[in-house]
């Protein structure tokens, strides 16, 4: 084998390497995500503890996980879109509307379709109401019990 022969083998195994490599990367990404909800912190720094478990959920959440109730946001993690030179993984979906503030943070007002229970009547309406984040998912949390 000549030095142009084998510099050609070893150009072909590289570009067999580096197409092989996106989504191996991508597991990779999901499931460091998803060993930060195992470990409940990021890189080795634990999240911040529930200040009062019980203020706002049944006694029986005090030993439950840090951001896992229904796990709907840790399943929802994965591959997205793999190209030949990157990968994309993404979280949320329509079921997990909360997924991208939890990421990427938020701050302002959103509009919640909620059903409330008119005492008088005994019917349920569906209306539209306009709050924070927190009563968004304080109504998102009590509607999922």
Do not use: F, M, T, Y
């Given at each position: 084998m000549t030095a142009e022969e084998y510099f050609e083998q070893l150009q072909r195994r590289v570009a067999q390497t580096l197409r092989?490599?996106?989504?191996?990367?991508?597991?990779?990404v999901v499931h460091f995500a998803q060993d930060n909800f195992d470990r409940q912190s990021y890189n080795g720094d634990a999240w911040q503890k529930r200040k009062n478990p019980t203020k706002w959920g049944k006694?029986?959440?005090?030993?439950?996980?840090?951001?896992?109730k229904t796990a709907k946001l840790r399943r929802s993690i994965r591959i997205g879109q793999v190209w030949e030179d990157k990968v994309r993984v993404v979280a949320g979906g329509a079921d997990v509307p909360y997924a991208k503030a939890h990421n990427e943070g938020f701050s302002g007002t959103i509009t919640?379709?909620?059903?409330?229970?008119?005492?008088?009547?005994k019917e349920r309406r569906t209306r539209w109401r306009e709050g924070t984040l927190e009563s968004f998912i304080k109504t998102y949390r009590n509607a999922n019990l």
């Open positions: 092989e490599l996106p989504p191996i990367i991508g597991e990779e006694r029986d959440e005090e030993g439950r996980a840090l951001l896992v919640q379709k909620c059903q409330s229970v008119h005492k008088a009547r």
